[in-house]
């Protein structure tokens, strides 16, 4: 098993015990805004599950009908887990606008937020991890959970912070107006990660600042060659799509335009980690004289 794979089972357990605790707060107090932390916590635990299969599936190597490999399947998996926090957010949004309309006295305040903190400690320990291995090994399921536990965090704190004040100044309104922010918050992570996640399913190019550097290490590791044009990127998971067209001149032998290729995929493949690469050999009558210029 992988160490994504492990991550992702990891989350599922994480996520399970983050909800336990986060319902027991809810039980213990009767709070709409710790309600809508523990419904939060069961989106978290369901995407979760989510990320794992996906993660299995793009570990797939790649076959006859799929032989670019299964990549992009993770992108679905951050599109459902922002799906799911959008619903989340609305279902929270009803409990709270029914708990301004019939506000009621927290009970068992301390224990209820002592187990709410609790649980935002190990939300918030594991979101790093999360976020600082699927940067690592290029995994957006697990950087898209990370960041969903992240703004999980934010959001219980503020909850904590916020719900105690209610027992000091009698405020019993201020419980679902918490509630209410909690939910606009969760919309806009849950947007964040649609948007993001389409982007890699739309097969958006790489950062200008990848691109700048892909175009350097073409123009300085293809001695021998005249030019390359047509450059096009994309990226599927961990995969770096590259291709373009290299032009040589015409009397150039196959074997030598081979070698320029071999160093090109060589340097390409040492700064981007898991790259695939395309390169189309062309004679120099195809010069367009507008792509990257060899060094």
């Not at 009767?30 to 989106?43: P, R």
């Not at 609305?90 to 009621?104: K, T, V």
């Not at 009970?107 to 991890?129: C, D, F, H, M, Y």
């Amino acid at each position: 098993m992988s160490r994504i794979q492990k991550l992702a089972i990891g989350s599922i357990f994480i996520g399970a015990l983050v909800f336990a605790l986060k319902y027991a707060a809810y039980y213990l107090t009767g709070s709409i805004a710790l309600y809508s932390d523990a419904l939060e916590s069961i989106i978290n635990v369901v995407t979760a599950i989510a990320a794992f299969m996906a993660i299995r599936v793009s570990a797939a190597p790649a076959d006859a009908n799929h032989p670019y490999g299964h990549h992009k399947v993770e992108y679905f998996s951050a599109v459902l887990e922002g799906v799911l926090i959008i619903v989340a957010a609305m279902m929270i949004l009803r409990e709270a606008y029914f708990g301004i309309l019939s506000p009621r006295m927290l009970e068992a305040t301390g224990l209820g937020l002592a187990a709410n903190a609790a649980a935002s400690v190990i939300n918030g320990a594991w979101s790093w991890i999360l976020i600082r291995q699927g940067r690592l090994l290029r995994s957006p399921a697990l950087v898209a959970d990370g960041r969903h536990l992240t703004t999980d965090v934010v959001t219980s704190f503020g909850v904590l912070a916020g719900l105690v004040f209610v027992p000091v100044t009698g405020w019993t309104w201020l419980d679902s107006v918490l509630a209410a922010f909690v939910a606009i918050n969760i919309l806009w992570s849950g947007w964040g990660l649609i948007k993001e996640s389409v982007g890699g399913l739309m097969d958006e190019a790489l950062p200008e600042a990848t691109l700048s550097r892909v175009r350097e290490i073409i123009s300085g590791n293809a001695e021998g060659a005249i030019e390359a044009h047509d450059l096009r990127t994309r990226h599927a998971g961990k995969m770096t799509f590259i291709d373009f067209h290299l032009v040589v001149p015409g009397a150039m032998s196959v074997t030598d335009a081979h070698d320029i290729c071999d160093r090109l995929e060589r340097a390409l493949k040492h700064e981007i980690e898991d790259a695939l690469i395309t390169i189309h050999v062309e004679p120099d009558n195809k010069a367009k004289h507008a792509g990257i210029v060899v060094l």
